[in-house]
């Protein structure tokens, strides 16, 4: 019986075509790809790559420039509601001075997000800047959002711790926040 053999080069080159038609393929397929399809793989994939870093700090700079870079991502409330975790993460660990400055610099990109000022006014509460804290506490209340209660209970708190125990003038405060928030 006699056995079909190719020259060593024929078959190399046989392998090569089919390699190359199967990469054509794979190209061609990525480029009929749709672009919001390709951008939401994309933003899905530096989500998950920030989401990665050990650090809560550097992930949460991986995580706030991919929302900086990509406003109308569909991956955007994901990343935001991490940014968030973060921030209470770091909260419950007492750091409250890279809390403040995560929670000001998210309140400077996403300035209707109440809960973030939450996180911004309790920090400053724990740095011993009372009136920030208020402010802070105070828009965070009058937003509708998941943390406006516990704000208004810890602001009527703070509030009270300094001015003697009294309440008077806290609408004053609330009001003011109000029209900064409608701005």
């Given at each position: 019986m006699k056995m079909f053999r190719l020259p060593f080069g024929r078959l190399?080159?046989?392998?090569?075509?089919?390699?190359?038609?199967?990469?054509?393929?794979?190209?061609?397929?990525e480029e009929e790809e749709p672009a919001e399809t390709r951008q939401y793989?994309?933003?899905?994939?530096r989500l998950q790559k920030?989401?990665?870093?050990?650090?809560?700090v550097k992930r949460a700079d991986a995580l706030y420039a991919m929302m900086k870079d990509r406003p109308d991502s569909k991956v955007f409330d994901y990343a935001q509601g991490n940014y968030l975790l973060i921030l209470e993460s770091l909260s419950k660990a007492e750091k409250y001075a890279q809390v403040a400055t995560l929670a000001q610099r998210f309140i400077n990109l996403r300035p209707r997000v109440g809960e973030t000022y939450y996180f911004y006014g309790a920090a400053l509460k724990n740095l011993q800047r009372y009136p920030e804290s208020i402010e802070a506490l105070a828009k965070c209340a009058v937003?509708?959002?998941?943390?406006?209660?516990?704000?208004?209970?810890?602001?009527?708190?703070?509030?009270?711790?300094?001015?003697?125990?009294?309440?008077?003038?806290?609408?004053?405060?609330?009001?003011?926040?109000?029209?900064?928030?409608?701005?």
């Open positions: 190399l080159v046989l392998i090569m075509l089919a390699l190359g038609a199967g990469l054509a393929d794979a190209r061609a397929q793989r994309q933003d899905y994939e920030a989401m990665s870093v050990s650090d809560p937003t509708k959002n998941s943390a406006s209660r516990k704000a208004r209970d810890f602001l009527e708190f703070v509030y009270r711790s300094q001015n003697k125990g009294s309440l008077v003038g806290l609408d004053r405060v609330l009001k003011k926040a109000q029209t900064e928030m409608n701005k």
